[in-house]
């Protein structure tokens, strides 16, 4: 069994994720990073590769290719508060979920790790 079966599969993954756009979505720094017309591809995208790196379906390459997310996130200002506000979005989420403590401290650790490499820039 993967992580990802192990927590419940994709359910776990969009909960997750469309936990974590709602405080996005209340973000004076975040929200403008995701065009409206775009968002739900946002959060599509966001699902598809968190499922594939955690041992879910290869969707998210079969459709984007690699996911290269330094690249992806180039276009963005990713400073540290860009980052620590992404992180405290992200760990909303995760208490949403109610995983036992090694698997939220399992998906932490990535998540944390994550966000830290995708910092571009220390510019406000």
Do not use: C
Request: aromatic share 12%.
């Amino acid at each position: 069994m993967t992580f990802y079966d192990d927590i419940g599969g994709r359910p776990v993954f969009e909960k997750l994720v469309r936990e974590f756009y709602i405080g996005v979505g209340a973000d004076p720094v975040l929200r403008p990073m995701y065009p409206d017309e775009d968002l739900e591809g946002a959060i599509q995208r966001l699902t598809g590769f968190l499922e594939q790196y955690w041992g879910g379906p290869g969707t998210y390459s079969e459709v984007r290719g690699h996911p290269r997310l330094r690249m992806r996130h180039q276009p963005f200002k990713v400073n540290p508060d860009a980052r620590d506000r992404w992180l405290l979005h992200m760990r909303a989420a995760v208490d949403s979920l109610q995983l036992s403590p090694l698997d939220d401290q399992t998906l932490w650790d990535y998540l944390e790790r994550a966000a830290h490499a995708m910092v571009n820039t220390f510019e406000e």
